[in-house]
């Protein structure tokens, strides 16, 4: 079991950066693979970046590439989503994710736990 909780959320201006911090309780985390979400209001729920349990291996979605960067510690049991060039369209709650029983692909989870949620705000 792992138990997850985002910080670092907030409103900022367009252009500023934010990095987000989740930790994690549980004796699998340094060895689970790792994701971020976001949701839009109005919108579905989608995947932004994640990051296997080694740090080896990143990925990211296409709106993202390039200014947000994944990282983890696993001496902290942490993981860092550290987000540039902010845009008005990335504002949405952002969700922390671990991989579990379920879990199959980076990219594809599905990830079995989840934190609340941090909300970050880009105004124009």
């Known amino acids: 079991q792992v138990q997850l909780v985002e910080s670092g959320g907030g409103l900022v201006q367009a252009g500023d950066s934010l990095r987000l911090s989740c930790a994690a309780s549980g004796r699998t985390f340094s060895s689970a693979s790792m994701?971020?979400?976001?949701?839009?209001?109005?919108?579905e729920r989608e995947f932004v970046s994640a990051i296997t349990w080694n740090g080896r291996t990143t990925y990211y979605a296409g709106s993202v590439k390039g200014r947000f960067t994944i990282s983890r510690d696993n001496a902290k049991n942490t993981v860092y989503l550290q987000m540039n060039s902010l845009k008005p369209e990335d504002t949405a709650v952002y969700y922390c994710a671990a991989g579990g029983p379920s879990y199959r692909s980076l990219v594809g989870g599905p990830y079995d736990y989840w934190g609340q949620g941090a909300r970050v705000t880009v105004s124009s």
Do not use: L
């Open 35 to 43: 994701a971020w979400f976001r949701q839009a209001p109005g919108k």
